[in-house]
């Protein structure tokens, strides 16, 4: 009986991860159509404000460990992707002027879409990190890496819970965790679907994104 109790449990989290694969090849190219007059506008705009690429790649990592590029609109000076990678703060003179509207907006954000129609992210799940960032919190913080037992996300419990932008403050980083892991261990479909709408209220709140 248990056995059969374990299978069942197994079918239905195994449908569910289908389905919410499934949503996300959904929303993310149906929002990347609606979306693309903005982000083309967007595009060109970053050409005008300043010099280097449209888009900005770095390396992070995502479920069971797998590094990826993410896609982000560049927003500052640099392109940093090493073994050093210094996170912004307020009035941070490698952010462009364009680069801050876009950022505490979220729209430097939403080339992630490709990601997630390309599997390597999720719409929700845990943020990720630069890889060296995530080497440094995994020494520090215990039980980090089960982060990495979820797709990474655009949006998350954590930053819907305030945990969004810059984490040099250890003890801030040691919550945002904290808040990733509450998410790994009760992810469900309704659950997303929750976050996916007070992310909608939260974008609006330009606290914390600099």
């Excluded at 392109?79 to 912004?88: F, H, I, K, T």
């Excluded at 913080?141 to 403050?169: C, L, M, S």
Aim: glycine share 6%; proline share 4%.
């Amino acid at each position: 009986m248990s056995n059969l109790v374990v299978t069942e449990a197994w079918t239905e989290s195994k449908q569910d991860l289908v389905l919410k694969r499934i949503i996300d090849i959904m929303l993310s190219g149906l929002a990347l159509v609606i979306l693309s007059p903005l982000l083309l506008v967007t595009a060109a705009a970053i050409k005008l404000d300043s010099s280097g690429p449209v888009i900005f790649r770095q390396r992070r990592r995502g479920f069971n460990g797998r590094e990826f590029a993410i896609y982000k609109f560049r927003t500052m000076t640099v392109l940093e992707d090493g073994p050093n990678v210094r996170q912004a703060q307020r009035h941070d003179e490698r952010v462009t002027w364009l680069g801050r509207l876009l950022r505490s907006s979220s729209i430097d954000e939403l080339p992630q879409l490709i990601n997630v129609l390309t599997g390597e992210m999720s719409l929700v799940g845990p943020r990720p990190h630069a890889v060296c960032h995530d080497d440094e919190y995994s020494k520090a913080i215990e039980n980090y890496a089960f982060r990495h037992h979820a797709k990474p996300g655009i949006t998350g419990w954590a930053q819907v819970n305030r945990f969004r932008g810059p984490t040099a403050d250890i003890a801030l980083m040691h919550k945002r965790v904290e808040h990733d892991l509450w998410y790994v261990d009760n992810w469900s479909l309704l659950l997303d679907l929750q976050i996916m709408m007070r992310t909608c209220v939260e974008v609006v709140r330009p606290h914390n994104a600099y």
